[in-house]
């Protein structure tokens, strides 16, 4: 696999430097400074590609040793999501983006479906038995949330008499300031996400949505993807959705990313590989009915980028951030299934043979406790996952699990 790094931009407190050094050769980053909705020019993106790919701080300029291989992400206009009138002048823009991107030669382009909100997470610093810190969701604090602190109509209804209780009692017991952390953590914006919201903003903007359901959001999607897929395929740049995080109804918003009949209802629109996916198996992990081997096993070939992180479920929908190798995700399988799917590319002779992963949200660990970092992109954290990953790939691969159709030596 690639083994490549979330980079935020040269304000990232983890440098191009630091990425290299920790053994990355491919960078996964995004404009974030242009707005939602407009168009990526090719000269703010070549400009971009030219600060990773090469070092001009010393004559002559040299190669960093990185390329920029996936964009994560070009946001999708609500007015899309939503099926707006004016959708195809976002559409628009978006096509003449992928152009962009496409000559610019950056082969994967990601993008997500998450409705109003991006990845959603309660607490950006749960302390572990180990004294690190990681991302964790409490169903039972989203919940208060949801019906304390935003007072959505009609709220209750999306919870149990259980749930309703216990987040009652969860509110009555935080302070005001642990209340504003709460709301701050939930809608003021995360990495990855460019839109923040206030209280009253963030209820108008849910309001929107109020007539509509799953199957008309997913057909909002069909059409979207309908518009753009044969752009993409003319630029020779890889769409990769990626799941839902977490992959359950939030806010009573429609969510159509979140298992794996979700993803086949998304691969069947158009049989491409342009048309494909973003595994990212600490979101799908969240779900227990989500077989994550199988689905890497049945939907491989469609595979156009890979989150490999793992995610401990507790009870009530609840999970936190694990480590990379322990959690739920059982991610020896998937590796396993990961390698053998590169196997099967090898040889069809596809030129998406080599599948490109990052490492995700690792814990703050070490000298990066003391550290501004942004929440799950720590360097250390995601050094360590890295190596975790990278040390299990090279031992599937040595051991002898997996074989290649004309050798007795491992792929």
């Known amino acids: 696999m690639e083994q490549t790094w979330r980079w935020y931009g040269p304000n990232d407190p983890v440098s191009l430097k630091d990425i290299r050094q920790a053994g990355a050769t491919g960078i996964v980053t995004a404009l974030h400074e242009i707005p939602i909705g407009e168009v990526w020019t090719l000269e703010t993106i070549e400009e971009r590609k030219r600060t990773i790919e090469w070092d001009d701080s010393v004559s002559p300029a040299q190669p960093r040793g990185l390329t920029w291989s996936v964009i994560e992400s070009i946001p999708v206009h609500e007015d899309i999501k939503q099926g707006k009138p004016n959708r195809d002048e976002w559409i628009k823009k978006y096509k003449e983006s992928i152009r962009n991107v496409g000559k610019a030669g950056i082969p994967v382009l990601t993008y997500n479906w998450m409705p109003v909100v991006d990845w959603t997470r309660t607490n950006l610093e749960m302390q572990l038995d180990d004294g690190a810190l990681a991302l964790a969701f409490n169903y039972i604090d989203f919940a208060a ?104 109804s939030l806010f009573g918003l429609p969510r159509v990313v979140s298992t794996e009949s979700d993803l086949q209802f998304i691969t069947n629109i158009t049989d491409s590989i342009n048309n494909g996916l973003c595994i990212c198996t600490g979101s799908l992990g969240v779900r227990p009915d989500n077989d994550l081997p199988g689905i890497v096993q049945r939907l491989g070939s469609r595979i156009n980028f890979l989150h490999l992180r793992s995610t401990q479920r507790d009870s009530n929908n609840s999970f936190h951030e694990a480590s990379h190798l322990r959690g739920n995700v059982d991610m020896y399988n998937v590796m396993v299934n990961v390698i053998k799917e590169q196997k099967k590319r090898h040889a069809q002779n596809r030129r998406d043979e080599i599948i490109p992963m990052r490492a995700d949200h690792g814990h703050t660990i070490l000298d990066d406790l003391g550290k501004k970092t942004n929440p799950g992109y720590s360097a250390i954290g995601l050094l360590r996952g890295m190596a975790e990953l990278r040390g299990l790939e090279m031992g599937i691969r040595k051991s002898g699990v997996i074989y290649n159709e004309h050798s007795s030596k491992a792929f």
């Open 145 to 248: 949330f949801d019906m304390f602190i935003l007072k959505r109509d009609q709220a209750e209804n999306d919870y149990s008499e259980e749930i309703i209780k216990k987040a009652k009692s969860s509110f009555s017991s935080m302070s005001e300031e642990q209340k504003y952390i709460l709301q701050k953590n939930i809608i003021a914006g995360l990495p990855g996400g460019q839109e923040g919201y206030d209280i009253e903003s963030f209820r108008n903007k849910l309001s929107e949505y109020k007539d509509i359901n799953s199957e008309k959001y997913r057909q909002n999607l069909k059409y979207f993807l309908e518009q753009i897929i044969p752009v993409a395929m003319e630029s020779g740049v890889r769409l990769a959705i990626h799941p839902d995080d977490p992959p359950i």
